[in-house]
C-alpha cells in the first residue's frame, strides 16, 4: 500500500504560468515534508520542505501548502521556467524506530515547461 | 568538495552474475541508504544503515546485500537471486541518527542493465 501518492504522473506547463504538483498521504504519523527534483540520470536534490506545525513555507518561486486534515500537500511554483522540467518527488517523513527519519516518497510527477 | 560518489554509473550484469555498486561519501554523515527507481515509479528503499557495522532491510531488500565496514562506504551487492535488477540505483546519506533531519542527500546514480 502506497503511503504516499502522486495521483498525476505528468504534468505540461506554459512557461510564466503556475505549476501546481500535487501529494496526498495516508499516515497520520508523518510529520515532516519534503520535495525532491530530479533530472534524468541524476539523483534527486532537495527543493523544499515543510514541517506539520506548519501549513506553508515559501522559497522563491516554490511553495508548498500543507492540508493535514486532507492529508494533501502541493507544491506551487510561480513563475515556471523550462529550467523547472524534471521529475518531482513528494516524500514524508517520520521517526521510525528511535534511530531516525526514514522517508516515504511519492511515484513522482513529470513536470514538462513549454517555452 | 564534500558529497557523494556512485560508480559506476553504467553497469551490466550477466545472467547469475554478482555485482557490486559503489557509494562513497565525505560528508562525515551518519546515516546511508539505497533506493531503487523504477521507469516512472518512485523510490523503492532497499537497504539502510545507520551507523557502522549495522544495517537493515528496507521495502525490497530481497536479492540485494550490503556492508558498511567504513563511515565513508556503503555498497551494494546485486545477486543473482534478483531476478529483475535493471533499474536506476540511488545511494543517499543523513546527517545525523537521531535527529529530526530528514533531508537526504543524493548520488548521481548507477544504471544497471542486464545483458
Known amino acids: 500500500d502506497q503511503q504516499v501518492k502522486q495521483n498525476s504522473p505528468s504534468l505540461s506547463v506554459q512557461e510564466g504560468r503556475i505549476s501546481i504538483l500535487n501529494c496526498d498521504y495516508t499516515?497520520?504519523?508523518?510529520?515532516?515534508f519534503l520535495w525532491y527534483k530530479k533530472y534524468p540520470a541524476e539523483g534527486p536534490t532537495f527543493l523544499i520542505s515543510i514541517s506539520s506545525i506548519k501549513d506553508k513555507n515559501e522559497d522563491g518561486r516554490f511553495t508548498v501548502f500543507l492540508n493535514k486534515s486532507a492529508k494533501h500537500l502541493s507544491l506551487h511554483i510561480v513563475p515556471s521556467q523550462p529550467g523547472d522540467s524534471a521529475v518531482y518527488f513528494c516524500?514524508?517523513?517520520?521517526?521510525?524506530?528511535?534511530?531516525?527519519?526514514?522517508?516515504?516518497f511519492g511515484g513522482g510527477t513529470r513536470l514538462m515547461v513549454k517555452p | 568538495d564534500g558529497g557523494i560518489t556512485q560508480s559506476p554509473k553504467y553497469l551490466f550484469r550477466k545472467e547469475g552474475q554478482n555485482v557490486t555498486l559503489s557509494c562513497e561519501q565525505n560528508?562525515?554523515?551518519?546515516?546511508m541508504y539505497w533506493y531503487r527507481q523504477d521507469p516512472g515509479q518512485g523510490l523503492r528503499l532497499i537497504y539502510y544503515s545507520q551507523i557502522v557495522n549495522d544495517f537493515q532491510k528496507g521495502d525490497i531488500a530481497e536479492g540485494y546485500s550490503v556492508s558498511r565496514e567504513k563511515k565513508e562506504s556503503f555498497p551494494l551487492t546485486v545477486t543473482s537471486a534478483q531476478k529483475n535488477p535493471t533499474a536506476f540505483y540511488l545511494c543517499?546519506?543523513?546527517?545525523?541518527?537521531?535527529?529530526?533531519?530528514?533531508?537526504?542527500?543524493f548520488g548521481s546514480g548507477t544504471q544497471l542493465s542486464v545483458l
Open positions: 516524500a514524508a517523513s517520520w521517526v521510525y524506530n528511535n534511530a531516525g527519519n526514514m522517508l516515504t
Open positions: 560528508l562525515n554523515h551518519d546515516a
Open positions: 499516515n497520520s504519523m508523518f510529520d515532516y
Open positions: 543517499a546519506s543523513q546527517p545525523q541518527r537521531g535527529q529530526h533531519n530528514e533531508k537526504l542527500f
